[in-house]
Nanobody, 115 residues
Framework: QVQLVESGGGLVQAGGSLRLSCAAS????????VGWHRQAPGKQRELVAL???????NYADSVKGRFTISRDKAKNTVYLQMNSLKPEDTAVYYC?????????WGQGTLVTVSS
């Protein structure tokens, strides 16, 4: 069984940076693609960034050039480095993977960007 735990959220001023972490239990984690998603108040959850087991990455247009997703297989952790943050980045951020056809989500971490 795989469990995900996010951390690193908080309050930051516009233009600032945060690094989110998604730590996992289970050795299968390193063999799976992992995505960071976010959900802003009143909006649908959206995919922000994705990293494959081979560390190929993809980003939503809204965060390209500002966010970087990476993974440390020795630590069973995926990171989301967020730079040049904007108020519209305010959301609960979740990491997610799919294992045996089942979506596995973390509990989320809140990021608030003040203007």
């Amino acid at each position: 069984q795989v469990q995900l735990v996010e951390s690193g959220g908080g309050l930051v001023q516009a233009g600032g940076s945060l690094r989110l972490s998604c730590a996992a239990s289970g050795s299968v984690f390193n063999m799976l693609p992992v995505g960071w998603h976010r959900q802003a108040p009143g909006k649908q959850r959206e995919l922000v960034a994705l990293i494959t087991s081979g560390s190929t990455t993809n980003y939503a247009d809204s965060v390209k050039g500002r966010f970087t997703i990476s993974r440390d297989k020795a630590k069973n952790t995926v990171y989301l480095q967020m730079n040049s943050l904007k108020p519209e980045d305010t959301a609960v951020y979740y990491c997610k993977l799919v294992w045996l056809g089942v979506e596995v989500w973390g509990q989320g971490t809140l990021v608030t960007v003040s203007s």
